[in-house]
């Protein structure tokens, strides 16, 4: 892999310079990142030195900082994908130093910059999955998701004609848990973290939301089977019960929903009529 | 495709058949290791004898055994075909990978299983093969004939080497139960708040103790045979 | 011009039901033979993709994210209103109605928000039958709890992220119609212009932000469901992503952009910490049932406190003031989000804002710690609590919160009359990309519930109508306006990319921002507002002459994508400007200070102002012209808002 070295050097701006300074630490960080141009590219890690990061910085206003700098060098920038900001729409994706999302249990936009230490070494690097194929850089393909969705994470009503929202009484201890299954935010950090890259936390979690609550009955045995052969036909890797996407997913999403998938599909084999 | 190879050929169908088959080795596993502990009987291996020939004759044990065999065969195929599955799920594996806040063993099943699968290997050639078509030496208990399996044991377990190979075989054998055990329950769809951390303990405990009195098997022939 | 609204006329309650009658059908077989086009997934987009497709019709929908499932609706935290009165606390449609029109200062429109009160009883509804896990009681029902402007319990939720449970129930059912087919969905797409022919709107031009491809989409409707444009600030509780480009676009092609200077400025935010700051967080309006806002009584304090010379806790009651109790002694710290947000920026302003910019002031959880206990506090609001701690780096349980308002929502947006549709026939616009349902001011938990009125079902009626005129024929993609329209945009990427300059993208957004928030933020005046014009014109010169965008368009190139949307942007920024000048009354969210009574609230000059502005693009650099919808009010009496 080929090694270069780009020189970064953050200018500060702005009337905050003087009141950050004497609160916050200032960050000297090499950043070793995954640059590849576009799909066909085979691409290689890229050392860039980095000076004068905030420890109140959140990770991703490092990578602004560092983009702002290779633009001002005409250097192309790192291309990663981000959106809210704030933990909740599963956008951002990056794998920093072994971690989907770094260090701490959360999205990367809500990691922080106080998480490292002065002259620390940072590698990023995209998911990896055969079903998550790299676009560009940091950035991933993840529409393999949306299939397995598309498959049948649904409940099949159409809009109006439904009945009152209190007409089916929903247990608070199953609605509670049903929303702790949907709580997922379909960021791929339990593919990046497993080693098999298996998808089967993200599919059981909407397996396993649907299957607990009445209005997902209906479709309960034909969900599980479909969504299941959708999730194999993209390519994801199996579970091996390392527990690896429990512990990196940053929004806690618990193991129990694989157990509860396996239930829904073995039982739905034998008791379907497709044959 | 018919159904059933549909679902076996799934992803998780292909897990259910590792779950079921482990834990049908487990149970033999149980089995075998209350058995053997007729060595410890110190009668110059007269109970173990009659026990072997128990185990080789009786057609309900064949059956088990029939079953056995099939479990490890169809154990080692399935993980070899799931392992070809997940390899192929990342091509390009991470220039770092901190490993997460997992277990060896889990992460290590395959290797472990491979290592259980060569002990296994040399173990049925050393004793099972020689009970079944090996030339023994006959003992007569109360008139009736055995083969003399515990000399050949006995004999085998003279060899450092090979007490040390069976111990550390044992080790690999625990730190595999140490995950099979629970994980077979989890594949299962048997994941429960009241009894998974019952299941969790019993499966801390087997993989233990099991491992350690097979070991001691060895040992405790190595010591006082000699 | 006088706008036309086309709301029905007759009593209010029958509005709906008769607009409804009276709008023609297209025939079940007939409706796969109509293509519409949906720009935009989130609540609005998807729920009206979804339903369109239920219908039979063939739906083409567009999000520039990787997956429609990121849309920033997800991030919507508190609830969604419905006037269920299931918690028989006297709550009826009207009611909600009222709340709701009085809560936007009255300057929405009766029929509109009355629709929207009406129908929000069946998106509840709906949503519990896609398998969204609302919060429920033991028995098994639906919980609700209570918001800011509302006397009743009415608002339905999930946690702190019902908007995330919502927008994947309507992503579901959306997911259910792409593998229906009727459905293709195109991620990673930016609308980049409206393809007009004969006046109606007939298709779009798209980037493929993957390839670069610019590609047409023909269809008998367009749907903008594009979102807001807090983004204009730089610095809002937006995703990074929102932005205005598709709405401005359409804009240029002749809809009319109303009330640009509504904005709503949501009064609990963290704070910015520096220059690096790219985005802002909220903090839930919860907190302010608990936490007591303050600032230290003195300037000379504050300054001790912001050089590190003393700890919050080391100031005593006495030299602490507790201004939104003092002044508002009825409701408080819970005033309403315009008015808390207001007093922020006053004591801010006066010197005595406590963090190290001194853009803050403290949510103080002390005295509700000390008297429920630190675990009733971390049951109630644990996970806000986390995050801010996450972010700040500070724990809340133990030094007070540092809170400051924050650009949150946009109530202006395209024109559309009663059926949603712009002043370009065939162009629709739901949610927030449209203006129409909260008048110069949101109330919490209102969003949701218009994103999901419009697409469930306001639209699937509405566009029927239009449909059914205009005749099954197929739309002809070949048409010259296609290639002309996609020319102009494949120009505007060129010249952007021909640019070369010296400064990056976010220097010219940073820049904006700054303008925006200085003088067209929480107070605005006539002096200021013309001041910024001005400099808003010199960047967009300069932003044109020296801005530095690289790579070219045949990649995925994110400079291009953020560079094209600042550009709108700017433009934006100045009819925002002329908007809020041209209002020189105050009222919601705007607040103009010429305009204020005594004792400094928000003073509204009915007389003059209660009417939509609704701006006609004319050309480029050149005056907008302004129209007027009056709005007439039969079934509520204005009044002054008074929260003392």
Same mark, same amino acid.
């Given at each position: 892999m080929s090694k270069t070295i780009h020189r970064v050097k953050v200018v500060r701006r702005a009337r905050f310079h003087v009141a950050i300074e004497k609160k916050y630490k200032h960050m000297k960080l090499t950043l070793k990142i995954w640059r590849q141009k576009n799909a066909g590219d085979k691409g290689s890690f890229v050392t860039y030195p980095i000076d004068g990061i905030s420890t109140d910085m959140s990770f991703l206003e490092m990578m602004d900082v560092l983009n702002e700098e290779l633009t001002a060098n005409g250097e192309d920038p790192v291309h990663f994908d981000h959106d809210c900001r704030e933990g909740i729409c599963g956008m951002c994706s990056l794998y920093i130093n072994g971690h989907p999302h770094g260090p701490k249990q959360t999205t990367t936009c809500q990691l922080h910059m106080r998480s490292f230490s002065d002259g620390d070494t940072i590698t990023i690097e995209p998911w990896r999955a055969k079903a998550f194929p790299v676009v560009k850089d940091l950035v991933v393909d993840r529409s393999s998701f949306d299939r397995i969705i598309q498959a049948g994470g649904y409940v099949s009503v159409n809009t109006g004609g439904v009945p009152d929202a209190n007409e089916i009484p929903i247990p608070k201890r199953i609605a509670d848990e049903a929303f702790d299954s949907a709580t997922c935010i379909g960021c791929g950090a339990c593919v990046a973290a497993c080693k098999n890259a298996s998808a089967m936390l993200f599919t059981s979690a909407k397996i396993s939301q649907l299957a607990m609550l009445p209005q997902g009955q209906v479709e309960r045995m034909s969900r599980a089977e479909k969504m299941v052969a959708q999730m194999d036909a993209e390519g994801f890797g199996a579970c091996t019960n390392t527990g690896a996407c429990e512990a990196e997913c940053p929004k806690g999403i618990s193991l129990t929903n694989i157990a509860r998938m396996n239930r829904e599909y073995f039982a739905a084999s034998v008791k379907s009529e497709t044959v | 495709m018919s159904w059933v190879t549909k679902t076996l050929s799934s992803t998780i169908g292909r897990k259910l058949i590792m779950a079921l088959t482990g834990l049908f080795l487990i149970l033999f596993l149980t089995g075998h290791v209350s058995g053997n502990l007729l060595l410890f009987k110190g009668d110059g291996g007269e109970a173990f004898n009659i026990y072997a020939k128990f185990m080789t004759t009786n057609p309900a044990v064949k059956l088990l055994s029939w079953l056995t065999y099939s479990s490890i065969f169809f154990h080692v195929i399935f993980s070899a075909w799931l392992s070809w599955t997940n390899k192929k799920s990342r091509p390009i594996g991470y220039g770092v990978s901190t490993p997460p806040s997992t277990t060896v063993s889990s992460r290590n099943m395959g290797i472990l299983g491979t290592i259980i699968l060569i002990f296994i290997v040399v173990h049925m050639q050393s004793f099972w093969a020689q009970m079944h078509w090996g030339d023994l030496p006959i003992v007569t208990y109360e008139g009736e004939q055995y083969k003399d399996l515990f000399s050949i044991v006995s004999f085998a377990f003279q060899n450092e080497l090979m007490v040390i190979g069976y111990v550390v075989a044992m080790a690999f054998l625990a730190f595999h139960l140490s995950h099979?055990?629970? %994980?077979?329950?989890?594949?299962?769809?048997?994941?429960?708040?009241?009894? %998974?951390?019952?299941i969790a303990v019993i499966g801390k405990i087997y993989c233990i103790l099991v491992p350690i009195l097979f070991a001691s098997m060895p040992v405790y022939i190595y010591f006082t045979q000699s | 011009m006088i706008l036309?609204?086309?709301?029905?006329?007759?009593?209010?309650?029958e509005k709906w039901t008769k607009?409804?009658?009276?709008s023609k059908l297209v025939n079940p077989a007939n409706k796969r033979k109509y293509e519409v086009i949906v720009v935009g997934t989130g609540l609005a987009g998807a729920s009206a993709a979804a339903s369109l497709a239920e219908l039979g019709y063939k739906v083409k929908a567009f999000c520039f994210q990787d997956s429609p499932r990121r849309a920033h609706s997800i991030a919507a935290q508190g609830g969604i209103n419905a006037a269920k009165n299931y918690q028989n606390d006297g709550d009826s449609v009207f009611r909600l109605f009222y709340d709701t029109i009085k809560g936007g200062d009255y300057r929405s429109r009766e029929s509109n928000v009355y629709r929207l009160a009406e129908v929000s009883v069946n998106i509840i509804d709906q949503c519990v039958a896609q398998g969204v896990p609302f919060a429920r009681e033991y028995g098994g029902l639906l919980a609700n709890r209570s918001f800011g402007g509302a006397q009743v319990s009415r608002t339905f939720y999930a946690r702190g992220q019902t908007g995330q449970q919502l927008l994947l129930g309507a992503y579901s059912a959306l997911s259910r119609q792409v593998a229906n087919g009727k459905v293709k969905l195109y991620p990673r797409t930016e609308m980049m212009d409206v393809v007009t022919i004969d006046g109606h709107a007939r298709g779009i031009v798209t980037r493929n932000l993957i390839t670069g491809a610019i590609e047409t989409h023909a269809a008998h409707a367009v749907l903008l469901c594009t979102g807001g444009y807090g983004n204009v600030f730089f610095l809002s509780t937006n995703a990074m992503g929102s932005n205005v480009t598709a709405a401005w676009r359409a804009h240029k092609k002749g809809a009319y952009f109303a009330n640009p200077c509504y904005t709503q400025i949501h009064p609990t935010c963290i704070p910015v910490s520096g220059d690096h700051q790219s985005k802002l967080t909220l903090m839930s309006e919860s907190l302010r049932n608990d936490g007591r806002v303050w600032v +230290?009584?003195?300037? *000379?304090?504050? #300054? &001790?406190?912001?050089? $590190? *010379?003393?700890?919050? &806790?080391d100031i005593k009651d006495e030299d602490r003031d507790y201004y939104l109790e003092r002044k508002y002694p009825s409701f408080g710290n819970l005033v309403p989000r315009d008015v808390a947000s207001r007093n922020a920026k006053d004591v801010c302003d006066e010197g005595r804002g406590v963090n #190290?910019?001194?853009?803050? !002031?403290?949510?103080?959880?002390?005295?509700?710690?000390n008297r429920d206990s630190e675990d009733a506090i971390r049951a109630r609001y644990g996970n806000l609590f986390d995050m801010y701690q996450q972010i700040t780096g500070e724990n809340p349980y133990q030094t007070p919160m540092k809170i400051y308002p924050a650009v949150h929502y946009t109530m202006g947006g395209l024109w559309v009359d009663y059926n949603l549709s712009t002043t370009v026939p065939g162009l629709y616009s739901l949610g927030e990309a449209n203006f129409s349902d909260h008048g110069a001011n949101r109330l919490g938990a209102s969003a949701l519930m218009q994103g999901l009125a419009d697409g469930y079902f !306001?639209? +699937?009626y509405t566009i029927g109508d239009y449909l059914a005129q205009i005749g099954p024929a197929p739309v002809d993609a070949n048409h010259p306006a296609f290639a002309e329209a996609e020319k102009g945009v494949k120009d505007a990427i060129q010249k952007l990319l021909s640019i070369n300059g010296s400064k990056t993208v976010d220097y010219f957004h940073k820049?904006? $921002?700054?303008?925006?928030? #200085?003088?067209?933020?929480?107070?605005r005046n006539a002096e200021g507002l013309t001041k910024a014009k001005g400099m808003i014109q010199d960047l967009k010169k300069e932003f044109w002459k020296d801005v530095k965008v690289l790579g070219a368009n045949e990649e995925l190139n994110q400079t291009l994508e953020k560079a094209s949307r600042v550009a709108d942007f700017l433009e934006l920024g100045e009819l925002m400007i002329d908007d809020a000048l041209n209002r020189n009354e105050s009222c919601g969210g705007h607040f103009r200070t010429e305009s204020q009574t005594? *004792?400094?609230e928000a003073l509204r000059d009915d007389e003059n102002y209660a009417y939509v502005a609704a701006w006609k693009f004319i050309a480029e650099n050149a005056p907008e012209e302004l129209n007027k919808e009056p709005l007439e009010f039969e079934n509520v009496k204005l009044t002054q808002r008074s929260y003392k």
């Open positions: - | 099979g055990f629970a %994980s077979a329950f989890q594949t299962l769809g048997l994941n429960h708040a009241k009894y %998974s951390p019952a | 036309d609204s086309k709301a029905p006329i007759g009593p209010l309650a607009h409804k009658f009276n +230290p009584k003195t300037k *000379e304090t504050a #300054e &001790k406190l912001r050089k $590190g *010379e003393i700890k919050p &806790k #190290e910019t001194g853009q803050a !002031v403290f949510l103080d959880f002390r005295d509700a710690i !306001v639209i +699937p820049k904006l $921002g700054h303008i925006m928030w #200085e003088y067209c933020g929480m107070a005594p *004792e400094g």
